[in-house]
């Protein structure tokens, strides 16, 4: 029997719904839901790090999985029936020449990699939770709006399972080649619509709701719960010690959301102590949250948000037709889903948000590649953010930091042959177009006669 529940997050409204119910929203005020236990009904542990048993348990395959090896936090399904193809097994490395980069003492920056999930990003994580529901209810056919890399992780899913259908919405353009490669190579029917990721999300909705489909965004509460297990696994990482700050890319703000949600539960549950700071970082060219949350004033406001700021803040951005624009494909959304999740997760966390330029995100993705982790562009914002609140001295530069790179460097290799080795030409029309003026990182390769002495002298 589970004792698992879905609750809206209204906290004037609090509506539960069945585990079973598809739902994205509250029937009865329309707020977001979260996924919620009857901790007092189910056996939690009294301490973290009794975790640490499953790490020999590795031959099941729900123990093997960097997400459901802490099922105890998330049972909202039996252990035997969630769905795993090996989510998780990521990497946290403390990373000194990045820490330099960005102005840290030594010993006190980490990189959580979470490009080492099988269809390449964060995703993965959430779609082991939300592919489990889907499975849960019966789903046939599941579906989701995507800058990339949603659609590769969905679609994956659904063709090593076999158990959905996925249709995948992106935007005209809008969708770098590496991730929709992998949508099309993993099988699924891919709709390719004239607008952005809002539009798509928009028209994914009410495809999903006219036609019965499965919708596996993050406004679905089963995907944010297989998101919480990135802090568990840095948690686990740092031997269950929270680090100061975590400092993750803001987009549509499901990770933000999960995260805040992770530490509102293991606080609860007496499982942690000090709550890590937060920090999200937009990408200039798609700041809404940044604009709303600085310039605006808006907050969780104990739940009582303001929202005739955000539908102002929109009226407007619709108005002067601003639309999202930014190198930083994965989070190139001016419509963010899970705005009032980021907002209580700010609040808990004591959050800041920040944005950065494309030239501080590009020569921060080539800093961190240089040492040893490619990361796309949107996962170089968590450092290039770093890097910023440092020099204003909202994070102090022996604050133990951890940064998540979201996606692997392969997702869209075009941002960084421009960036390296690119001509002058395709500088100007991949980079300079976005504002990215210079390349001070750029590792260019060196042309040379097919002679051996010619090449020998380089390599002196």
């Given amino acids: 029997m589970t004792h698992a529940f879905q609750r809206c997050i209204n906290p004037n409204c609090q509506a539960t719904y069945d585990v079973r119910q598809v739902l994205c929203r509250c029937e009865r005020c329309g707020s977001l839901l979260d996924v919620d236990y009857e901790w007092d009904k189910l056996e939690t542990p009294s301490k973290l790090s009794y975790f640490e048993k499953f790490w020999t348990e590795r031959y099941i395959p729900q123990r093997f999985s960097g997400v459901w090896r802490f099922h105890e936090l998330l049972p909202f399904a039996p252990l035997e029936e969630c769905v795993t193809v090996g989510e998780g097994q990521t990497i946290l490395r403390e990373s000194p020449c990045v820490a330099n980069y960005v102005g840290k003492s ?9 490009g080492l999930n099988p269809s390449g990003s964060f995703k993965d994580n959430g ?28 679609a994956m899913y659904c063709g090593a399972t076999q158990l959905m259908k996925a249709v995948v919405f992106v935007g005209s353009g809008k969708i770098a ?3 929709l490669s992998q949508a099309l190579d993993y099988g699924a029917r891919t709709i390719q619509i004239a607008g952005d990721f809002d539009d798509a999300m928009a028209r994914v909705q009410e495809a999903s709701q006219r036609k019965g489909i499965y919708l596996l965004n993050s406004l679905n509460p089963f995907r944010l719960e297989g ?28 990770n933000s959301s999960s995260f805040g949600k992770a530490f509102i539960e293991l606080h609860k549950l007496g499982l942690l102590q000090k709550i890590p700071r937060l920090a999200v970082v937009n990408a200039a060219g798609a700041d809404t949250l940044y604009r709303l949350y600085n310039q605006e004033g808006l907050r969780w406001n104990q739940g009582q948000i303001d929202q005739t700021v955000i539908d102002a803040f929109y009226t407007q951005m619709d108005k002067e037709n601003r639309r999202a624009n930014t190198l930083a494909s994965a989070i190139e959304i001016n419509r963010p889903v899970n705005l009032t999740k980021c907002l209580r997760a700010l609040d808990f966390c004591n959050g800041v948000v920040t944005k950065v330029t494309e030239q501080e995100i590009v020569d921060a993705k080539a800093q961190i590649a240089a040492n040893g982790f490619g990361c796309e562009p949107a996962s170089a914002a968590s450092v290039a953010g770093t890097k910023k609140l440092v020099e204003e001295g909202v994070i102090d530069k022996d604050a133990r930091v951890v940064c998540i790179l979201t996606g692997h460097q392969l997702k869209d290799p075009n941002v960084t042959v421009a960036y390296h080795s690119g001509s002058a030409e395709e500088f100007a029309a991949k980079l300079g177009a976005r504002g990215v003026q210079n390349a001070p990182y750029a590792n260019n390769p060196v042309q040379v006669a097919n002679d051996i002495e010619q090449i020998l002298d380089l390599m002196q």
């Fill in 177 to 179: 080649f590496g991730k």
């Fill in 106 to 114: 030594a010993g006190t920056l980490y990189l959580q990699y979470e």
């Fill in 127 to 154: 779609m082991a939770a939300g592919t489990t529901h889907g499975r849960l209810v019966g789903a046939r056919q599941a579906a989701c709006a995507s800058t990339g890399n949603t659609s590769a992780s969905l």
């Fill in 227 to 254: 998101q919480k297990t990135i802090m568990l696994r840095v948690l686990e990482a740092l031997r269950w010690q929270a680090p100061d700050w975590i400092v993750v890319p803001g987009g549509n703000l499901g």
